[in-house]
């Protein structure tokens, strides 16, 4: 049963800072992983995906790795702004329909 | 951009009652699904719809509940006898027909279900 985990579950660094959250997963035949960003209260965001024959995706100051074989991923968010605080969730897809999610990181970005 | 859209954003129910969640995906997408998030825990997949026909469910996802697609633009889900432990945001999900299950998901902003 694929485990997904989150570390660390939570984060709080200075605006500015360059950061990294991780990701892992116990089952490494995985058809793409996904990264979401979700708010206090409200639905989740698509952030990223990548497939699992990609190593990496990049959109503005986000960029995700994968590295299937290890089972990790991070994701990397340059030049934190407050307005990036929010809970961050990896999730995967093996085999079938379902998205196995993470607990979360959640990020708190202080000016 | 294209949303998907749910209503009601928070229904309070008593226990035993039926429930309908709404759904409207984006407008060309063919896969969807229902996942469901109880307050601080992980967000749990629960059906998975394609074609007008379940193609997944978790062991969550039992007699109590069902989903249909009524028309061309509503996916809903429904619970028949809600218990305490339905408590939980309810979240809708598409993907594009081009990518299907390997795509992107993108996700609704979720239905506040409060049992009492």
């Known amino acids: 049963k694929q485990e997904v985990t989150q570390i660390p579950a939570a984060l709080s660094v200075p605006e500015g800072e360059n950061l990294v959250l991780n990701c892992s997963f116990t089952d490494s035949a995985i058809y793409n992983l996904q990264w979401f960003r979700q708010d206090p209260g409200k639905g989740l965001t698509s952030l990223l995906l990548i497939q699992s024959s990609q190593r990496e995706q990049t959109s503005g100051r986000l960029n995700a790795s994968l590295d299937k074989s290890s089972g990790r991923s991070t994701l990397y968010i340059a030049a934190s702004q407050p307005g990036d605080s929010a809970t961050y969730l990896c999730?995967?897809?093996?085999?079938?329909?379902?998205?196995?999610f993470g607990k979360g990181t959640s990020l708190l970005v202080t000016p | 951009e294209p949303e998907v859209t749910q209503t009601p954003s928070h229904q309070v129910t008593q226990m035993g009652q039926e429930v309908i969640l709404r759904c409207v995906p984006i407008s060309n997408h063919l896969y969807f699904y229902w996942y469901r998030q109880i307050l601080g825990q992980k967000v749990e997949f629960l059906v998975s719809f394609y074609n007008n026909e379940i193609s997944e469910k978790s062991e969550i996802f039992d007699d109590q509940f069902s989903v249909e697609r009524p028309d061309g633009s509503n996916f809903t889900l429904k619970i028949r006898s809600t218990k305490l432990e339905d408590s939980a945001m309810y979240f809708c999900a598409s993907s594009d027909p081009g990518t299907g299950v390997t795509g992107e998901l993108f996700f609704g902003e979720g239905s506040r279900l409060t049992v009492l």
């Open positions: 999730a995967v897809i093996n085999s079938g329909y379902a998205l196995n």
